[in-house]
């Protein structure tokens, strides 16, 4: 029996010094910056799913550890009934040896006396070991309950904004910023179509210029593999320094795009590993409505010095590689909405949403490769080029470090601001 305890007691020790590692209570006071809540509100559902993710693991937690305290429970109450079983076997052997006039059976019988109470010391010292550990573990799951207390406490709080948020709104950032804001941050906006106001991320520049930010990539800390519902509606977090990463949703750059009375420019900006800075133009720009699958589309390429990869690219593999690499025209696709002109899914193969054709030339959404240079292998499961591509630039197998997608309306960029307008397109080309 003793061994069999011992090592249920030694199973427990390793239990409980796991589970106490994974639900550390250090952890809980600072929910935010490393728990992988971001450093700002989310702009979407990420919480609930990391939420639900850490509850469930606290919940099978707590059932294991009251599973093993029931099954110690068991095992001290049949150690118990042993000693008291050898308590009346020694005060049996006690009371018959004493008027016993046989020396040496009563000789024999203290012999046994003896036994039975070093026996029974040992096991009272195992009682009393396991009757700590008990009373440590109970202690132990009264704290964890506390800490699981706290967590949905703390989580159910409403998510508290500390950054800023300008009080100047408009249709999008050019009309902010023609009312007369001048510093990039964030603002709410709501074009003509929209239910309801949103918030998003303003570049303006010194010559009043006002660029609505559609995505962002700069570091790799948002992952871009996300299912349609949250292309729609966006991801990842907005901050007024311009510092993390997101998509800002289909639906939002729809309404931005479709409904603006003024054509809309799309400003693609790069840079590589080596710090080198490059960008495309393309004017009409416009997403649909989610009925047409908020397909892109666009007038022309309008200049730049990234290259159209929007038009697709002539690969060497076969002669329609550019037909079914350009992007003007192709509906939205995820890994679980296939809108793609392949056989096969490429968001799918690609880890990622965009406007997939056969599959792409430009792919601003793909995965994050630190130091840019990967190959098919490194591309796991369907070993495609599935990084943040930008072919007109950098090949298939350069992953680019940033990524910005922007939006004015054209006659800011043609019109009214002209000369800053030529002075800024050089200025992204010197480097
Ligand atoms: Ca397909």
């Known amino acids: 029996m003793a061994p069999s305890l011992l090592a249920t007691a030694g199973g427990l020790l390793l239990l409980f010094s796991f589970s106490s590692g994974q639900i550390r209570g250090d952890s809980l006071a600072s929910c935010t910056p490393n728990d992988g809540f971001g450093k700002y509100c989310p702009t979407t559902c990420g919480v609930t ?22 099954t110690i429970a068991n095992l001290t109450q049949g150690t118990e009934e042993t000693v008291v079983y050898m308590k009346d076997s020694a005060t049996s052997a006690q009371k018959a040896s004493s008027p016993d006039p046989n020396f040496k059976k009563s000789s024999s019988m203290l012999d046994d006396v003896l036994r039975y109470e070093k026996t029974i010391i040992q096991q009272e010292q195992q009682i009393y070991e396991l009757q700590n550990l008990i009373s440590s573990n109970e202690r132990r799951m009264a704290d964890l309950k506390q800490l699981s207390i706290q967590l949905q406490q703390k989580c159910s709080e409403p998510c508290t904004n500390t950054v800023e948020i300008k009080t100047t709104t408009g249709t999008d950032c050019q009309d902010i910023a023609n009312k007369g804001a001048t510093t990039s ?6 074009p003509a179509t929209a239910p309801e106001q949103f918030l998003v991320y303003c570049e303006i520049d010194s010559f009043g210029r006002g660029f609505t930010v559609l995505q962002r990539r700069r ?31 289909l639906e939002k750059m729809h309404h931005l795009t479709a409904t603006s009375t003024m054509p809309i420019v799309l400003r693609i900006e790069l840079v590589d590993w080596e710090g080198n800075k490059r960008h495309a133009d393309y004017t009409m720009f416009r997403v649909g409505p989610e009925a047409d699958m908020y397909r892109l589309t666009y007038g022309y390429y309008f200049g730049g010095d990234a290259g159209d990869a929007f038009n697709g690219f002539d690969f060497g593999d076969d002669p329609s590689d550019r037909f079914y690499t350009s992007h003007n025209g192709m509906q939205f696709s995820t890994y679980d909405k296939d809108n793609d002109k392949y056989d096969g899914n490429c968001a799918q193969q690609d880890g990622s949403g965009w406007w997939m054709n056969r599959c792409h030339a430009a792919h601003l959404n793909g995965k994050y490769y630190r130091g840019g240079r990967y190959t098919e292998k490194d591309a796991g499961e369907f070993g495609f080029d599935n990084g943040i591509i930008w072919v007109t630039w950098h090949n298939r197998w350069y992953s680019l470090k940033e990524t910005t997608m922007k939006i004015i309306p054209l006659n800011r960029i043609t019109t009214g601001g002209q000369q800053a307008g030529v002075k800024q397109l050089a200025g992204l080309g010197d480097s």
């Open 49 to 70: 799913e990391y939420l639900q993710r850490y509850r469930s693991g606290v919940d099978k937690d707590l059932n294991d550890m009251q599973h093993e305290l029931e």
């Open 185 to 190: 941050g964030l603002y709410y906006v709501k």
């Open 219 to 249: 570091d790799g800390s948002v992952d871009f593999h996300k299912d349609w519902i949250q292309y729609q509606n966006g991801f990842g977090y907005l901050s007024p320094d311009d510092s993390t990463e997101f998509w800002l949703g």
